[in-house]
């Protein structure tokens, strides 16, 4: 992680706009110009697997209405208590977002992703993915909500069960000083032929400064077919404007 005392000297400029660490992304944009690395840390276990990763997210905006994502896993461990665990690099996904900005309190966005397979077969799935996001943010006072609705085109489907899985997730977020927040969160997926999947996340966020994000927290399975836990923790910091 970038040293706190290094990032608290950029204290200059436009502050970072988080996208960690709910599941749902907010509709709004950054700053115009501004690049901006979301780095984490992530371990979930599923019965008698686990899986750790470095999930990473660089965003940059063209304008307030339309960016693009790159995010992926930098790092990635799997194992389970019969074999001795895959070490590699995760998928890559391309992402072009357009928001819609109605109002100071209400935003509209779409986000298209394009998954690259960029992991070996025993880490991803070895094909592309394609998928549509529809997003909602709304500000209800001091509270941030962001709904989330989405379907992917799975290119290597599980045997038995359909094609297309769709995706939900919504989050609300609140200050609970002048640095520390707060974020609740359900999301769940479904596709025809498998049970659907659910869970329940709980975050907190500090803002060492404007410009560095640190987040902490962990989510739990609620149905059966879903990781039973996850813990996480990870960073949002500008690497600088290039316009």
């Known amino acids: 992680m ?4 290094a990032c608290a000297q950029q204290d200059a400029g436009d502050p970072v706009l988080p996208y960690r660490p709910s599941v749902a992304s907010p509709a709004q944009l950054p700053s115009p110009g501004q690049l901006e690395l979301e780095l984490g840390a992530l371990s979930i276990k599923t019965d008698q697997s686990r899986r750790a990763s ?5 965003k940059l905006a063209f304008t307030p209405q339309w960016g693009m994502l790159i995010e992926g896993d930098a790092l990635v461990r799997v194992r389970d208590d019969a074999s001795p665990g895959t070490t590699g690099i995760g998928d890559t996904s391309l992402v072009l977002k357009r928001a819609f900005l109605l109002d100071n309190a209400t935003a509209l ?3 298209l992703g394009w998954k690259v397979p960029t992991a070996r077969d025993s880490i991803g799935s070895g094909k592309r993915d394609i998928s549509l996001n529809a997003i909602v943010s709304r500000d209800l006072g001091a509270v941030h909500m962001d709904a989330n609705l989405n379907a992917t085109h799975l290119g290597a489907p599980d045997a038995g069960t359909g094609s297309t899985q769709t995706g939900w997730a919504t989050s609300f977020s609140m200050p609970v000083s002048e640095r520390w927040g707060a974020t609740a969160e359900v999301s769940g997926t479904r596709s025809r032929g498998a049970p659907a999947t659910a869970q329940l996340l709980l975050a907190a966020t500090w803002s060492v400064t404007p410009r560095l994000v640190i987040d902490i ?3 739990r399975g609620l149905t059966g077919v879903s990781p039973d836990w996850s813990l996480f923790s990870g960073f949002v910091v500008p690497l600088g404007k290039l316009w």
């Open 2 to 5: 970038l040293p706190v005392c």
């Open 54 to 58: 470095l999930p990473y997210a660089l």
């Open 109 to 111: 966005g779409l986000e």
């Open 217 to 219: 927290g962990a989510a």
